[in-house]
């Protein structure tokens, strides 16, 4: 099992930037692909980015490529996902995802095993 809490949400203005983290609990970090998905109101859950083991290979949806990067630190179990020059469109719960070991870092829900609850971020016009 694999423990996964989100934190770093909140409520910005249109140009701002957030700094969301996960922390992971439960199995080697360093073994698990992870990513992070959007979920807006009233819409489906949507791959946003991921990251390699060793976070040396990432993944980005086309809507926050060079807005958003994607990191780990192995060291502290953590990944993160650094959001620039936000948009109110990016307003949404963002979810953190783990995958099993060698399972790739894909860019689907069903590619990812463990999920966190998820923390908001509102992005004001």
């Known amino acids: 099992q694999v423990q996964l809490v989100e934190s770093g949400g909140g409520l910005v203005q249109t140009g701002g930037s957030l700094r969301l983290s996960c922390a992971a609990s439960?199995?080697?970090?360093?073994?698990?692909?992870m990513g992070w998905f959007q979920q807006a109101p009233g819409k489906e859950r949507e791959f946003v980015a991921s990251?390699?083991?060793?976070?040396?290979?990432?993944h980005y949806a086309d809507s926050v490529k060079d807005r958003f990067t994607i990191s780990r630190d192995n060291a502290k179990n953590t990944v993160y996902l650094q959001m620039n020059s936000l948009k109110p469109e990016d307003t949404a719960l963002y979810y953190c995802?783990?995958?099993?070991?060698?399972?790739?870092?894909?860019?689907?829900?069903?590619?990812?095993?463990?999920w966190g609850q998820g923390t908001q971020v509102t992005v004001s016009s």
């Open positions: 990251i390699s083991e060793s976070g040396g290979t990432t």
């Open positions: 439960g199995r080697t970090f360093s073994s698990l692909p």
């Open positions: 995802a783990a995958a099993m070991p060698g399972a790739g870092w894909g860019t689907t829900q069903p590619d990812y095993d463990y």
